[in-house]
């Protein structure tokens, strides 16, 4: 599929999202900033949120909990007031588009409500759904129908949620991008037991031709990894440029530094994974001639001298027309056309006509 300028292949190199989500803590400046690191610490996506507290949350509801659970319990303000303050206006749109392209990074956002699609849809060349809408069958269909790639995380979701959502998905578009995801924001180590990196294997499996991906909330790049090892070339990780700021999203996001080592590591493991055929490589063909063996005379011969075992053996280097260890059956019992010195290679050219 391509976004943007980005062709992105199921081979292909490693694509980044940098989630800035709420860590622009409700200033524009921040914002750009945070574009502009985004872009030096390897990204390829500087990604934001479109919502309104009003039509994502109830404030009834969260206050009728009685507490803040998961994540939330941490926040020092209310639910509803903490995705008041995280929410951006919509009049950013265009300058937070413009700020991409002015610093060569390309502009996502998750859209929450069907308004925010439709703004959206002025700026992005995909959409990213994310976890907790994977069960609203009717905004899944409004962005599919924008006919532009579709990029769906899968956390807190069983199999037949991803079914569903990706029967509505397909009827529209078939550039999708299936995010594997686990959504606790805790950013505790046992996390790691639970992102399950198999279901990718599942994924591709079920649905051979669309992109892996993972959207990721642990610390390190360790699952982008394996994720990376398991077929995935998508990857979302939020992004701050401090842990310790307030804010919803700071805690778990990855800063400059990480991110930088993220993509170094995903690059280089990229790279190491190669195409998979088994071959001498272009780098160790030196080491071909340096570490395996060719027969080399244990003692003098002359012209017409049988070889047997006993003066012959393997030794390191091997020259270009020498005799390897496998073809040993193929001169014993062979005759030398010319006298030969003893700790010399053993030549196919000093052998009678085999």
């Given at each position: ?55 994502i949350v109830s404030k009834n509801g969260f ?287 000093d052998i009678e006509d085999v």
């Amino acid at each position: 599929m391509k976004i943007g300028n980005r062709i992105i292949t199921n081979e292909g190199k490693p694509y980044f999202i940098a989630d800035i989500a709420a860590n622009h803590d409700g200033d524009i400046e921040r914002a750009y900033m945070l574009i502009e690191l985004a872009k030096e610490a390897g990204a390829d996506v500087a990604k934001f949120q479109n919502f309104k507290a009003k039509t994502i949350v109830s404030k009834n509801g969260f206050d009728g909990l009685g507490k803040q659970l998961s994540h939330q319990a941490a926040w020092k303000k209310s639910v509803f007031e903490t995705y008041e303050d995280a929410s951006v206006a919509d009049e950013w749109s265009e300058k937070l588009k413009a700020k991409c392209d002015e610093v060569g990074i390309e502009y996502m956002t998750s859209p929450y409500d069907f308004p925010s699609v439709d703004l959206a849809d002025n700026y992005v060349n995909a959409f990213k759904i994310g976890s907790g809408d994977i069960t609203w069958p009717d905004i899944l269909e409004y962005m599919a129908q924008k006919k532009k790639p579709v990029l769906l995380a899968t956390g807190a979701s069983n199999m037949s949620d991803v079914e569903r959502a990706m029967d509505i998905i397909k009827k529209y578009t078939s550039d999708v991008v299936l995010m594997q995801c686990n959504t606790n924001y805790t950013a505790l180590p046992e996390n790691f037991n639970y992102i399950n990196l198999n279901v990718l294997k599942t994924y591709r499996e079920k649905y051979p031709d669309v992109i892996l991906g993972l959207s990721d909330h642990t610390f390190g790049h360790s699952t982008v990894l394996g994720a990376l090892a398991l077929g995935a070339r998508v990857f979302e990780k939020h992004f701050t440029d401090d842990n310790s700021r307030s804010g919803p999203d700071h805690k778990f996001s990855m800063n400059p530094e990480t991110w930088r080592e993220m993509v170094n590591a995903a690059n280089e493991l990229y790279n190491a994974m190669g195409d998979g055929i088994k071959k001498v490589e272009e780098n160790e063909k030196d080491t071909v001639n340096v570490q395996r063996r060719a027969f080399y005379f244990t003692r003098e011969l002359k012209k017409n001298d049988v070889i047997d075992e006993s003066c012959i053996f393997p030794l390191r280097p091997v020259y270009e027309g020498a005799v390897l260890p496998f073809d040993k059956d193929k001169i014993i019992g062979k005759r030398v056309n010319r006298d030969v010195k003893q700790d010399s290679c053993v030549m196919w050219e000093d052998i009678e006509d085999v």
